[in-house]
């Protein structure tokens, strides 16, 4: 009996009821039910794809005819669908994603990869039951809902940490060409000696893309995304006439995560650990922190690239002081569930704003403590090894 409350079983026992649910039940009653706001048709923003492979197997331009949602978005905005997108449109196109068929058994080996690295993480450590909470939570569903390709790049970049070599190395580029931002996450192979060469392609590659990072979401709600620009744009809803923009608000949080970093003196703010951290622990949280910190301060982020949290959860949960732990542990819940949070706020307040402004507030702590471990474990790593090491070791 005891076996079937461990995180390994509640993890398959829960996955497969959603998937029975959705047969017996349909796509809309089974995530509306999971409190999780549902878009027919299914696997939406993978259809991203599918719809520009359609317009190069119709003879159209699919960077102006092909995913119209997209396109009519961009269009209001004065921006466009970045040109990167069009090998990935002739990619789809090969692979005939344009039909329904293919398309479907493609999403579901995306959402069944990404599901079983999801179990291999929650299996790294006994009760490993953060993983399997923040994997229920309303962010995380709401990217296995819209079958977003922020799910192919968390399974490239979970095979780049646990194979750290060439396999890894290829793996990490396969994410990079999905979308280029997880160029950040190159940092987990900062103890390889490959890692010089991935560090000067990804930079020069994220350098060359940067132009386009804000097409990546033109029009972002502010009540279910993430970062110093929706902060600088839910404080401009509430105090129109104040003008705070993202990068003071970076400097301020920046600031007291080092704040955080040089208090660690006193014992509430000295982030201990009770066990040494594994290779692959380590690279793991290199590349959630990373992503998480990097994608906060230079954009905005639909809710879904919570999923990156996941990575977090070995390494934190080490976390010696209780308190420390449960605090930040509940704020990456609290973080990743904005959906439940909005409702109440409805019931009570009839609107989203104090809901909006208590995720947010929880989505910057989450940063400053993410940040302030980043910079402790870089810091650590010099003092052990040379920095000429690490940069050519």
Same mark, same amino acid.
């Given at each position: ?22 047969? $017996? ?102 009760? &490993? ?11 995380? #569903? ?14 490239? #970049? ?25 160029? #950040? ?5 900062? !103890?390889?000696? /490959?890692?010089?060469? %991935? ?25 279910? &995304? ?10 401009? #809803? ?17 600031? =007291? &995560? ?5 208090? $660690? ?5 000295? %982030? ?14 290199? /590349? ?31 976390? !010696? ?16 569930? $904005?959906?439940? =949070?909005?409702?109440?706020? =409805? !019931? ?12 947010? /507030? ?10 302030? %471990? ?20």
């Amino acid at each position: 009996m005891k076996v079937l409350f461990k995180p390994q079983s509640l993890f398959i026992i829960s996955s497969v009821l959603i998937y029975f649910s959705i047969i $017996q039940f349909g796509w809309v009653a089974t995530w509306d039910f999971l409190r999780v706001p549902a878009i027919t048709p299914p696997h939406f923003d993978l259809r991203f794809y599918q719809y520009g492979a359609a317009a190069i197997e119709y003879g159209y331009n699919p960077l102006r005819y092909g995913p119209k949602p997209w396109i009519e978005i961009m269009m209001k905005t004065n921006s466009q669908i970045p040109e990167y997108f069009l090998t990935h449109f002739q990619i789809a196109h090969f692979f005939k994603i344009y039909n329904e068929i293919y398309f479907l058994i493609f999403a579901n080996i995306v959402i069944i990869i990404y599901f079983v690295c999801c179990y291999k993480i929650v299996s790294l450590s006994k009760n &490993s039951y953060w993983v399997l909470i923040l994997f229920f939570s309303n962010a995380q #569903l709401l990217g296995i809902e819209r079958t977003n390709n922020d799910l192919i790049i968390f399974f490239f #970049l979970y095979f780049s940490a646990i194979l750290p070599n060439i396999f890894g190395a290829i793996s990490y580029f396969l994410a990079i060409i999905v979308e280029f931002w997880p160029a #950040l996450a190159g940092i987990s192979f900062i !103890k390889k000696k /490959i890692k010089l060469y %991935l560090f000067f392609i990804a930079l020069a590659f994220f350098t060359y893309n940067f132009k386009y990072l804000g097409n990546l979401n033109p029009e972002i709600v502010i009540h279910l &995304s993430f970062g110093s620009k929706t902060i600088e744009s839910f404080l401009s #809803l509430i105090f129109p006439s104040l003008k705070i923009k993202y990068f003071f608000i970076n400097f301020v949080l920046v600031s =007291l &995560s080092l704040i955080m970093l040089v208090a $660690q003196k006193s014992k509430f703010f000295d %982030l201990e650990f009770k066990n040494e951290h594994s290779e692959l622990e380590q690279r793991l949280f290199l /590349i959630g922190a990373t992503l998480y910190c990097g994608l906060f301060m230079i954009t905005s982020n639909y809710d879904y690239k919570l999923i990156f949290l996941i990575f977090c959860i070995p390494y934190t949960k080490k976390i !010696k002081n209780i308190f420390q732990k449960y605090f930040l542990m509940m704020s990456m819940i609290i973080s990743s569930n $904005q959906v439940f =949070l909005n409702e109440i706020s =409805l !019931k009570i307040f009839n609107n989203v704003i104090n809901s909006t402004l208590l995720s947010l /507030i929880f989505k910057s702590i989450v940063f400053i403590i993410l940040l302030n %471990l980043l910079i402790n474990y870089l810091l650590n790593l010099f003092k052990k090894i040379s920095i000429k090491k690490i940069l050519f070791g």
